[in-house]
C-alpha cells in the first residue's frame, strides 16, 4: 500500500513547537493553555499558523488544540468577526441582552 500524506507547510517546521512537549497544545478542554501561548507568543511563525488554523477550521482539519497562540474558541470568534462564520458561540454575559 502507498499512502502519500499531505505536505506540511514549510512553516511548520520552524514552529517553536516542534522543540516543546506537544502535549502543552493539547490540554483537556478548559485545561491550562497558558504554557503553549507563551512559546507562541514567541514563535517566528505565528502568523502564518494562526491564518493556517484559521483557513482550514471551517473544514474541520484544525479542530483543536492551541494554533497560533488562539484556542479553538478563540478561532471561532474570530472567523465569526471576519464574518466566515465558525460556529455558534455561547454569548457572554457581559454582552447578553
Ligand atoms: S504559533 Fe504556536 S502552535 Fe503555531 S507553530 Fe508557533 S509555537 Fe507552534
Redesign the pocket.
Known sequence: MNLELPEQPAW?AL???SQTDPEL?FPDRGGPNHDAKR??SG?P??TA??EHALAHETRGAGGWG????MTYEERQRELRRRGRGGRPGRQRKDTAA
Not at 492551541?66 to 497562540?69: A, K
Request: charged share 5%; proline share 0%.
Open positions: 511548520m514552529g517553536l513547537c497544545f512559546v507562541c514563535c511563525v505565528q499558523c494562526r492551541i494554533w497560533g497562540g
